[in-house]
T-cell receptor
Framework: AQKITQTQPGMFVQEKEAVTLDCTYDTSDPSYGLFWYKQPSSGEMIFLIY??????QNATEGRYSLNFQKARKSANLVISASQLGDSAMYFCAMRPNFGNEKLTFGTGTRLTIIP | KAGVTQTPRYLIKTRGQQVTLSCSPISGHRSVSWYQQTPGQGLQFLFE???????NKGNFPGRFSGRQFSNSRSEMNVSTLELGDSALYLCASSPGVAKVNEKLFFGSGTQLSVL
């Protein structure tokens, strides 16, 4: 079974600063995918970024980058130049690489951007 | 392209009643997954449907059921409601069977309150 741990229940960051949201995972599967989702107050989960366990480079998507350290089983999300609209819940999730498997989510981190 | 549509947005029921939630996936998407989100348990996987067949099921009692129609629309039903069923129910769709790197597209959810 997979387990995702997000140890920061809440974070406050000044606007325009960079922020790192922590995510560690536990799995015995040799191949897997890692995701980050954002959930604003509207409730909809928005996909941000994906990292495959065998990808050689860390994933980047605009202001989002993933600091993937496979040996430490961590997949931290880095948001550069934070904006007020980044205030939301952020979830780390994982899916193993064999068929018919669900996406398992962490408990989330509530990020608040301060003007 | 329209996103994932969930109806109704809010629902209030009393204990013992039953409820049906609806989800229309993105056009062309054939896989639909359902998640329950509560403050205490986080996001818990309910089930996944592909081409009208249930492919995966989470650890929920038999009171929770679902189905998918030939147009990929999905419904989930909860019978004999309990107070603990109060939650945000999220539906997500994807083009095909969930491969390791396949991202899910979520709706805004149905907020169910059981009194």
């Amino acid at each position: 079974a997979q387990k995702i741990t997000q140890t920061q229940p809440g974070m406050f960051v000044q606007e325009k600063e960079a922020v790192t949201l922590d995510c560690t995972y536990d799995t015995s599967d040799p191949s897997y995918g890692l995701f980050w989702y954002k959930q604003p107050s509207s409730g909809e989960m928005i996909f941000l970024i994906y990292q495959g366990s065998y990808d050689q480079q860390n994933a980047t998507e605009g202001r989002y980058s993933l600091n993937f350290q496979k040996a430490r089983k961590s997949a931290n999300l880095v948001i550069s130049a934070s904006q007020l609209g980044d205030s939301a819940m952020y979830f780390c999730a994982m899916r193993p690489n064999f068929g018919n498997e669900k996406l398992t989510f962490g408990t989330g981190t509530r990020l608040t951007i301060i003007p | 392209k329209a996103g994932v549509t969930q109806t109704p947005r809010y629902l209030i029921k009393t204990r013992g009643q039953q409820v049906t939630l609806s989800c229309s996936p993105i056009s062309g998407h054939r896989s639909v997954s359902w998640y329950q989100q509560t403050p205490g348990q986080g996001l818990q996987f309910l089930f996944e449907y592909f081409s009208e067949t249930q492919r995966n099921k989470g650890n929920f009692p038999g009171r929770f059921s679902g189905r998918q129609f030939s147009n990929s629309r999905s419904e989930m039903n909860v019978s004999t409601l309990e107070l603990g069923d109060s939650a945000l129910y999220l539906c997500a769709s994807s083009p095909g069977v969930a491969k390791v790197n396949e991202k899910l597209f979520f709706g805004s959810g149905t907020q169910l309150s059981v009194l």
